[in-house]
């Protein structure tokens, strides 16, 4: 149950004492917010300055404006699955600090990490990552947006699609070609006050999570405007995805888990055919399957976040059979949890019918899991070639 995993020998003293006060903290709070539009901004605006004021930020950002020396995979994990748990929209809220950041935190110069990095710690700085177009999702090959040089400036021109945070944001890391083939991909950051840029479009979906794209039209940052190097785009998005794809995966097993409690509480309580819920041979195989599933979940997700924080260089394979495996374990326990709940489990705005809704995006977000499938299969099966002198995988 909620932090019963804490005592696997991946976790230290500091990450304990972080779940729990974190844990203490949700509890007391009240998640009521917005479902769409101006008021659903307002409440990721909130909930980022509730976060913020409360310390919490500054574990998805390094020191001196945070409180590790590196981004610690397990806290940023720890911190998602707690949030999940107890309240999907703050863990979307928590998550595009970190992924919108993490680019800075991991390739910025000094300058960038002074002018915006504090502001992400206290929650009064929105991140986002740009980097999906409409017909270049995971195919970043595919990507068409353009940067190009003029005088001492770049001049952006494109649009991009399924941007998380969009129209929320104060700044976005956005991806664009400044040349042909990976090393042809560069990164800017982009204030959202930037002329030439604007939130083209706003884009409904299944749960309370704003999206939209984003159109440039001439839009001129200046060249410290760019990360690293001309064509360090791709180490970029890269690098970032290594981080935050196992945090991913801690999300889903966060509501998996509150799915599962929930599940329990049912099964205690509910009377039926002279007994309870949980008497049934058939409830108690279910609950044996999701308790299976959740701590399967768990090892995965915290072994690749382990990994990072020991100091593996990638972490790809690790952190792809993650999300992988524990958004698509989610997903199977939630809709059990929706099957044991009956009536209950469809009636709107119910614990596992919100939960319903907020875990079919994480199969999706940042990668797929047919992308993650892709990947861990061209890792192994490059690596058998590498090791046999045989050809490389596609």
């Known amino acids: 149950m909620p932090g019963s995993h804490l005592h696997w020998p991946f976790?230290?003293?500091?990450?304990?004492?972080?779940e729990q006060a974190l844990d203490q903290w949700c509890a007391a709070q009240s998640w009521e917010h917005g479902q769409s539009g101006a008021a659903l901004d307002a409440s990721c605006k909130a909930f980022a300055l509730r976060l913020g004021e409360a310390g919490f930020l500054k574990i998805a950002v390094p020191e001196p404006y945070g409180e590790d020396a590196g981004l610690d995979a397990r806290s940023l994990c720890l911190m998602r699955e707690t949030l999940a748990r107890h309240e999907p929209l703050?863990?979307?809220?928590?998550?595009?600090?970190?992924?919108?950041?993490?680019?800075?935190?991991?390739?910025?110069?000094?300058?960038?990490?002074?002018?915006?990095?504090?502001?992400?710690?206290r929650g009064r700085k929105l991140a986002a990552f740009a980097l999906s177009e409409k017909e270049a999702g995971s195919d970043v090959a595919a990507m068409a947006m353009r940067a190009e040089p003029d005088g001492d400036s770049y001049v952006l021109n494109g649009a991009k699609a399924w941007i998380s945070n969009a129209g929320v944001a104060d700044f976005y890391v956005v991806f664009a070609r400044t040349g042909e083939g990976k090393r042809g991909v560069s990164a800017f950051i982009v204030?959202?006050?930037?002329?030439?840029?604007?939130v083209s479009e706003r884009t409904p979906v299944i749960a309370a999570h704003p999206l939209g794209s984003l159109r440039f039209r001439d839009c001129r940052v200046p060249p410290d405007a760019m990360l690293g190097e001309p064509g360090d785009g791709l180490k970029i998005a890269l690098g970032t995805l290594d981080l935050c794809r196992s945090t991913v995966g801690a999300a889903a097993l966060g509501m998996a888990s509150r799915a599962y409690a929930e599940t329990l509480k049912r099964a205690r309580n509910r009377q039926l055919f002279g007994g309870v819920l949980g008497d049934l041979q058939l409830t108690q195989a279910a609950v044996a399957d999701m308790a299976t599933a959740v701590d399967a979940s768990a090892l995965l997700v915290y072994r690749?976040?382990?990994?990072?924080?020991?100091?593996?260089?990638?972490?790809?394979?690790?952190?792809?059979?993650?999300?992988?495996?524990?958004?698509?374990?989610?997903?199977?326990?939630?809709?059990?949890?929706?099957?044991?709940?009956?009536?209950?489990?469809?009636?709107?705005?119910?614990?596992v019918e919100r939960l319903y809704r907020e875990i079919r995006a994480l199969r999706i977000y940042e990668g797929a899991s047919e992308?993650?499938?892709?990947?861990?299969?061209?890792?192994?099966?490059?690596?058998?070639?590498?090791e046999k002198g045989g050809a490389k995988a596609p």
Do not use: C, N
């Open 11 to 18: 976790f230290e003293a500091r990450h304990r004492a972080r």
């Open 371 to 386: 992308i993650q499938q892709l990947l861990i299969a061209r890792h192994d099966l490059r690596r058998e070639g590498a």
């Open 90 to 121: 703050a863990d979307f809220v928590y998550a595009m600090q970190v992924l919108g950041s993490a680019p800075i935190s991991l390739f910025g110069t000094p300058a960038q990490k002074e002018a915006l990095l504090g502001g992400v710690a």
């Open 191 to 198: 204030a959202a006050e930037t002329p030439g840029f604007e």
């Open 304 to 351: 690749a976040a382990w990994l990072r924080d020991s100091g593996q260089e990638r972490v790809t394979r690790e952190a792809s059979m993650a999300k992988l495996f524990a958004t698509e374990q989610a997903q199977k326990v939630i809709d059990r949890a929706v099957q044991l709940f009956g009536g209950e489990g469809v009636r709107a705005g119910s614990v």
